[in-house]
């Protein structure tokens, strides 16, 4: 159900995926929004109908959590991070892993370039006082990195790839929004406007125009990806995890809540485990979900923007189905 802040409701059924026997660390929609991967902290990737969430199969070859996944355009290959220090390129439809990249260190991301000839994977630091490591590898081999970039000593917990491949947008701990040039691997913009980590960014799925993130700071910026100048601030009261731009309506939706190792002193209302919705353009709230019951880690809006999936520290999958008020919702 979401509660809109002008007392009235709209009353949604929210599917309940329980395919994990851990914590979720990624939800990732294909770009037909007909299949949602989700993965979590116990090394199974999972791949579901996203319309009425039956579970087509699983992808079991990682040893440790699988902490993001990334999906071709054409849906014929799915990407995957995990801290078993390694990098899998998959067959979709036969789950059969086809290619392999191992590291020294746990990998925490991975991102394909348009038209999937180019891989970025982002490597956790070798130790505490050193940086994330960035590399770029050609997905037809399994050769060494055509490009490694070393980042900043704060960890980094994003790279992905901008518009048309000439940008790698990164996040890490210390707040700092980051844009890389891919061809000389120099920083080319630094942003500081988080005070606090920011654990994950989404782009505009249309064009990859704006990109949103979410910081423990308890606030989440809109950013012009080529610039990363801010657009617009949404102030919450609660730490932030996740966030994602509707492509429908002019609308952002934010979700966390507090840190997993309070949660079994708190009471799932008081913990802020809700989804929450602010307009676009004026940064008002105008709703949210209810339904975890400890924090929420990851969110993708269906690419058709009728749907949106979350999930959370539970365990649990929430696929929510938008109803007709919705979309009347001015």
Not at 76 to 86: E, H, I, T, Y
Not at 151 to 158: H, I, Q
Not at 171 to 176: F, I, K, S, T, V
Not at 245 to 267: C, E, F
Request: overall charge neutral; proline content about 4%.
């Amino acid at each position: 159900q979401i509660r809109s802040t002008k007392k009235s409701s709209w009353k949604m059924r929210p599917i309940l995926l329980k395919g994990h026997d851990g914590p979720l660390t990624c939800v990732k929609y294909n770009k037909d929004g007909d299949l949602l991967f989700t993965t979590c902290k116990r090394g199974k990737i999972c791949l579901w109908y996203s319309d009425d969430g039956e579970r087509i199969g699983t992808y079991n070859k990682h040893n440790g959590a699988v902490m993001y996944v990334d999906v071709s355009f054409r849906c014929d290959k799915l990407a995957s991070a995990s801290m078993d220090c390694s990098a899998r390129l998959w067959d979709v439809e036969t789950g059969k892993a086809f290619r392999e990249w191992n590291f020294e260190q746990g990998v925490r991301c991975v991102s394909l370039a348009c038209g999937d000839k180019r891989i970025a994977v982002l490597t956790d630091p070798v130790k505490t006082d050193s940086g994330s490591v960035l590399q770029i590898l050609d997905t037809s081999t399994n050769d060494k990195p055509i490009m490694k970039i070393q980042l900043p000593s704060s960890r980094t917990n994003r790279a992905l790839w901008g518009p048309l491949n000439k940008s790698i947008v990164t996040c890490n701990e210390a707040g700092a929004m980051m844009l890389w040039d891919p061809s000389s691997g120099e920083c080319t913009v630094e942003r500081n406007d988080h005070s606090l980590a920011v654990p994950d960014f989404t782009f505009q799925q249309k064009d990859q125009m704006t990109l949103i993130t979410g910081s423990t700071d308890m606030s989440s910026t809109l950013y012009d990806t080529l610039t990363l100048e801010p657009l617009r601030n949404y102030k919450s009261d609660r730490p932030i995890n996740s966030a994602a731009i509707s492509p429908l309506m002019d609308h952002v939706v934010i979700g966390g809540g507090q840190s997993a190792d309070k949660v079994t002193t708190t009471a799932g209302r008081a913990g802020r485990f809700q989804s929450v919705f602010f307009h676009k353009v004026y940064e008002t709230e105008v709703g949210s979900v209810r339904g975890h019951f400890g924090p929420i880690n990851s969110l993708m809006f269906n690419p058709d923007g009728r749907s949106f999936t979350s999930g959370g520290e539970d365990g649990y999958v929430r696929i929510h189905h938008f109803d007709p008020d919705y979309f009347a919702y001015d």
